[in-house]
């Protein structure tokens, strides 16, 4: 069993190999070519955390890999777990603990220090993989989506009436979210994502702003993917139609996506409360966990 990082090979993210592939972290989720390629597709800054099993040349087992922010701690963020659905079962748990292995000893030879992962909940053969870590940390997260005409639709009164008051929409620095940390959730795990907002492409942050330049509304949205990552209201500014405002312009500039994507803390309930009432529907619940490499 050969191991290999993506670094050292050529086109990875190019070739339809990975046709016959799923993604062991969920079940439900789109396993699609087009879907896996896309995941591929995003890995930029860090390819060398991203490795594959080869057996005889072929690939059978990829770890999808990007550096992250944990609370402070280097951290490796698993994008995917793709397997050939093709391959027997012996052969492929042979190739997945090879290629974990590797990964790990390659990652603590770089100083990391936190390996963090999403599964469908109850998905213990998923976490199985990783019984040799500690876990240090979990929460649960339900997936929500919405068809992005309906959500334009559900957010056009609170648009039209922002359009007529002193509060404009305007785009600010994706890549400095410091001026607005004051009014956001900084729950472990989140201060870890505002550290990789920006970094993927199509990141865009929009706020509203009052004549004078002060802010009490974001969204960080992927103008790409469809993936809604931030959306936060000054605590006194709530309930005034800023956050469905910018949720609207968001939904109207998504490139050639025709659903909305959104994470929420499970225990968040004002959140998903919003969520639900915007026409938000519940796509899949999964478990985020951050397991310590100091072993």
């Not at 191991?3 to 086109?11: G, K, T």
């Not at 052969?91 to 974990?100: F, H």
């Not at 993927?200 to 993917?225: A, P, R, W």
């Amino acid at each position: 069993m050969e191991i290999r990082f993506f670094n050292e090979l050529d086109n990875i993210s190019g070739s339809d190999i990975y046709k016959n592939f799923t993604d062991l972290r969920f079940k439900t989720e789109d396993n699609s070519y087009e879907n896996i390629k896309r995941r591929l597709n995003r890995i930029s800054g860090e390819p060398d955390i991203s490795a594959c099993a080869m057996n005889n040349k072929e690939i059978i087992a990829c770890f999808i890999g990007s550096s992250n922010t944990w609370s402070g701690l280097k951290t490796i963020y698993c994008n995917g777990l793709l397997v050939n659905k093709n391959t027997d079962k012996k052969t492929l748990e042979k190739a997945v603990n090879a290629l974990i292995k590797k990964v790990l000893d390659k990652a603590i030879q770089n100083d990391f220090e936190n390996l963090l992962t999403e599964s469908e909940t109850g998905g213990s053969e998923f976490k199985k993989i990783f019984s040799s870590l500690k876990e240090v940390h979990s929460r649960v997260l339900i997936n929500y989506l919405i068809p992005t005409k309906k959500l334009i639709e559900t957010t056009g009164a609170s648009a039209k009436n922002l359009a007529k008051s002193e509060f404009k929409i305007k785009p600010a620095d994706v890549n400095n979210l410091t001026p607005y940390l004051g009014f956001m959730d900084t729950r472990q795990g989140w201060l870890s994502s505002n550290q990789a907002i920006g970094k993927e492409h199509g990141d865009e942050l929009i706020c509203v702003k009052t004549q004078f330049d002060s802010i009490n509304s974001i969204c960080v949205y992927n103008s790409e993917s469809g993936v809604i990552s931030r959306l936060a209201t000054m605590p006194l500014a709530r309930r005034g139609g800023f956050a469905s405002s910018l949720l609207n312009y968001a939904a109207s500039h998504i490139k050639a996506k025709n659903t909305i994507v959104v994470d929420i803390n499970k225990k968040n309930e004002e959140a998903r409360c919003y969520l639900e009432n915007l026409g938000f529907n519940e796509c899949l619940v999964k478990e985020e966990t951050s397991y310590s490499l100091n072993i």
